[in-house]
Every structure is written in structure tokens, then in C-alpha cells.
């Protein structure tokens, strides 16, 4: 069965969730909300989390292009406006050199541990900008670590790596650590313009 793409909403929550459970929260329970989060929103616990996205998903203010394998969502890439995701790595020396914001943030990936190796991420990459071409498209920026001289361990890697970005049309415009990269695409608004919800 060929994989799919469907958008993060609360029809797709449970398929998400399940997928969060079964690895533990993700890094230590997090449920993929800090990259939502301001300073002030200071540190919780997993259940916390975990409501705190429920309830972004459904008022629509969490965006993500989910990979499905038949009804199991096997991995996803979370995008969305700027201002839904205000926390991203390395902030204070992104903040020293930034200039006009991007319309549009990618800011993480994660994918099943029994499927990783299959180009998912890659694939759910290619789904975020569709979604994003028919949300309107605009400038959207990545974070991605370059680790092609080095191993390392997946966890280092939920920003995505430069060249999978490099090879979905992305450029690099300035590094901000020392395996990390700005990295940009001019996104063209879709023709006719649909809502991501029903993709």
C-alpha cells in the first residue's frame, strides 16, 4: 500500500496521538509543542502537553503533514505561521542576525522508530509545502543540522538535515550553530486555493 499525506486536524488527532504514545510522548514526553511555546510558558509534565496540542489541533492553530501507512501515521513534519511557533533552536543567535521573518516556519520532524530509512521524513517534507502552497504560500524558513561527515544519533536530527532540505528547493542563507542552518524557499500560492483540511 502506497503511503499518503493528510494534514494534522482533529480528524487525523487520534491517528497523531497514537503515534506519540506509542514512542514514549516523544523526547521525553514534549508531544511536539515546544516549538509552539514562548519563554513564559515555562517547563510541564507530559499530560500537560499533551492537552496543551489536543486543544491547538482542534482550534486549528498546530499545522503538520502526516504520513500514513493505510490508518497508521508513521511520521510527520510540523510547519506553520511564525507567530504558531515562535520557539525554534538556537533562537538567540538567529535573533542576532535576522531580518524580515518568514511567513511560514518547518520546525520538526519525527518518524515511527520501525520506519525510519524509508524516506519519510523526505515525503513529509514535500507534503508541508503542498499544504503550505495552498494555504498561501509565502517565504518559509527551516532549521536543519548538517551531519553529512558524522554520524549521529536520530535525536539530534527532528530539525531535518540540510540536504533533504537542499534537495525539496530550500538555500541556504546563514548558519546559526555549529550544524545548523537557516535555510529558505519562496513558496508560490496555489492556483486555486484550497484549504490544507481538505487534502
Not at 514534549?30 to 514562548?38: A, K
Not at 497508521?72 to 515562535?86: I, K, M, R, S, Y
Request: with cysteine; aromatic share 10%.
Amino acid at each position: 500500500m502506497p503511503l499518503t499525506s493528510k494534514p494534522l486536524s482533529a480528524r487525523t488527532w487520534p491517528a497523531f496521538a497514537r503515534l506519540v504514545e506509542k514512542h514514549g510522548g516523544i523526547f521525553g514526553g514534549c508531544w511536539c509543542i515546544s516549538f509552539h511555546l514562548e519563554p513564559s510558558e515555562g517547563k510541564r509534565g507530559s499530560a500537560a502537553y499533551r492537552a496543551m496540542k489536543e486543544a491547538r489541533v482542534r482550534e486549528g492553530r498546530a499545522h503538520a503533514a502526516l504520513v500514513f501507512d493505510g490508518s497508521d501515521a508513521v511520521g510527520w513534519c510540523q510547519f506553520g505561521p511564525t507567530a504558531e511557533l515562535p520557539n525554534i533552536r538556537s533562537k538567540k543567535a538567529y535573533e542576532a542576525g535576522r531580518g524580515q521573518l518568514p511567513d511560514w516556519r518547518i520546525t520538526c520532524f519525527f518518524i515511527d522508530r520501525e520506519r525510519r530509512g524509508e524516506g519519510i521524513a523526505s515525503l513529509a517534507l514535500r507534503e508541508a509545502v503542498r499544504y503550505i502552497e495552498r494555504l498561501g504560500g509565502g517565504t518559509v524558513e527551516g532549521y536543519p543540522e548538517d551531519y553529512a561527515d558524522a554520524r549521529t544519533s536520530s535525536s539530534f536530527l527532528c530539525s531535518g538535515t540540510l540536504g533533504m532540505f537542499e534537495k525539496a528547493g530550500f538555500r541556504k542563507t546563514r548558519k546559526i550553530a555549529m550544524r545548523r542552518w537557516v535555510v529558505e524557499r519562496r513558496i508560490p500560492r496555489a492556483r486555486a486555493r484550497r484549504e490544507a483540511g481538505g487534502a
